[in-house]
């Protein structure tokens, strides 16, 4: 069975560092495109930065390029993205997904982590 | 950068209905289209790809249609559990991967 299993909710300072994951089962993690999207309070879905994990090949959403890093680790089937510094308005439930083979489309995704940044 | 624009953004719909919602992009994506259905507390589901291809398990009354610029996601005899928020999206790899701003159908 195919999972996606994200690590738990977060509740940071502006202007700390955060790293949450995503641990893969089920399937060859090394040769499928995982994804992280961001989903703010209330709005609606938004492609933050992609990674294919066999050969840490990468690509970012302008509107994310910078201000998080995505990375991938094979040897424990885990995905990865990173905040430096966060910021208020990076509190948003971030979800995990991989692309279904050749399809351009995400047909598994993880439950979710919620972060919330206040002071 | 390839825009999505969805309509309606809220419908309301009673059991039984057929509803259409479409989506629109900023220049041509041949039939890279997907589909997506969320409800309140969940993760999305990948309803639909390539425009028209059911993801397994997805029941026949979901169809869609489309290719270029305009596509559209059609629920016939709409159900109870159909009531949620839908989300097209364009992904390719050197462009990104933008949604539309979503549909809530909602009970009439």
Redesign the interface.
């Known amino acids: 069975e195919v999972q996606l299993l994200q690590s738990g909710a977060e509740v940071k300072k502006p202007g700390e560092s955060l790293k949450i994951s995503c641990k893969v089962s089920g399937y060859g993690f090394a040769n499928y495109?995982i994804?992280w999207m961001r989903q703010m309070p209330g709005k609606?879905?938004?492609?933050m930065a992609?990674i294919y994990p066999g050969d840490s090949d990468t690509?970012y959403?302008?509107s994310f390029q910078g201000q998080v890093t995505i990375s991938a680790d094979k040897s424990i089937n885990t995905a990865y993205l990173q905040w430096s510094s966060l910021k208020a308005s990076d509190t948003a439930i971030y979800?995990c997904?991989r692309?279904?083979d050749g399809?351009?489309?995400?047909?598994m995704?993880?439950?979710?982590t919620m972060v919330t940044v206040s002071s | 950068d390839i825009q999505m624009t969805q309509s309606p953004s809220t419908l309301s719909a009673s059991v039984g209905d057929i509803v259409t919602i479409t989506c629109r992009a900023s220049q041509s994506i041949s039939d890279w289209l997907a589909w997506y259905q969320q409800k309140p507390g969940a993760a999305p589901k990948l309803l639909i790809y390539k425009a028209s291809i059911l993801d397994r398990g997805v029941p026949s009354r979901f169809s869609g249609r489309g290719s270029g610029t305009e596509f559209a996601l059609t629920i016939y005899r709409l159900q109870p559990d159909d009531f949620a928020t839908y989300y097209c999206q364009h992904f390719n790899s050197y462009s990104g991967g933008p949604f539309g701003q979503g549909t809530k159908v909602d009970i009439k």
């Open positions: 495109w994804a609606g879905l938004e492609w992609i690509r959403s302008p979800y997904a692309e279904k399809t351009k489309a995400f047909d995704w993880g439950q979710g």
